[in-house]
């Protein structure tokens, strides 16, 4: 992965809410508000071929719970909404996106990547099927924004409950064993 996709991904996913938070967070200690995260299973669980991806989520999740903690004394709860798969234009973004970096590889590399990248394109497209409607993380969102005690997080969709559980059960070894046959990438 060239560094500046990496890094482009990290200004969009992790800087970019961070800006936001400092320039709008005087308005929200001043009106009591609520900080409402979105971020991703991807944030707890990491997955082949979306790297650079989980590693903004998983820094949103260190950046929400830091802020959750650091603004408890002051009464302002920050939450993180953590959803699966959700039908939305990401999933053919990331095919694009992860075919276009594929087609700048050195021969050498796209060759030995070939197969676990059809796999993955693959993958990405039965996800596709099974997303729920983002209204789901709406109605999440919603509460998260509403509820009189809102919970730190909130897992949203199946596919993330499941991870979650898995995630926490399983030792590392054991979970990326599981992950790999829930989600076949690679075979080498």
Known sequence: MPIDAIRQQLEVNLIGHIRMTQRLLPLIRQGRGRIVNTTSILGRVAAPFAGPYAMSKYAMEAFTDTLRMELYPDGIHVIAIEPGTIATPIWDKAITHTQAIASEMPPMTQEIYADDLDRYYNLV???????????????????????????????????????????????DRAFDWTLNRLYPIIKR
């Open 125 to 171: 497209q039965r996800q596709q099927g099974r997303a729920i409607s983002p209204d789901a993380v709406a109605q999440k969102v919603t509460h998260a924004f509403t509820a009189n005690r809102p919970r730190a997080r909130y897992v949203v969709g199946t596919d993330a409950r499941l991870l979650s559980v898995l995630r926490t059960l399983l030792p």
